[in-house]
């Protein structure tokens, strides 16, 4: 059987990616991405995010609401790259020790749900 090793999600990647979203550059165009989107299951993507997510954002909002960080009033998140890279960081961050299969269905989930940036 020849399938592709899991691989863990790079700390020096991550870095040069909040790097880049920091000067406001993306990663690839969005078709790119929606690519890589559409390898995700967002069912899968909606129980990495209640698990390792939602309690971290309920957090940073005054109604508990974590959700609303996606709300256009809120959302930093401006193309299907910088989702991508959010996610990364975030699962850095946490600690999650996901790997590229998990950050791809973590960003589906967000997309199909929130940002729904076209693809």
Known sequence: MNQ???????HVGVAAAVFLLG????LGSNSAHAVLFAKGNAELGAKLHAKTCASCHNSMMPD???????????????????LKTMVQFCATRTNSGWFD???????????DNFYKFKK
Request: glycine share 10%; charged share 40%; aromatic share 8%.
């Open 101 to 111: 299969e998990e950050l791809e269905h973590v960003a589906r989930y967000l997309n």
């Open 4 to 10: 592709k090793p899991l691989r863990r999600v790079s």
């Open 23 to 26: 000067l406001g550059l993306s």
């Open 64 to 82: 508990g609401k974590g959700e609303e960080l996606y709300s256009e009033d809120f959302r930093k998140v401006t193309d299907a790259g910088r």
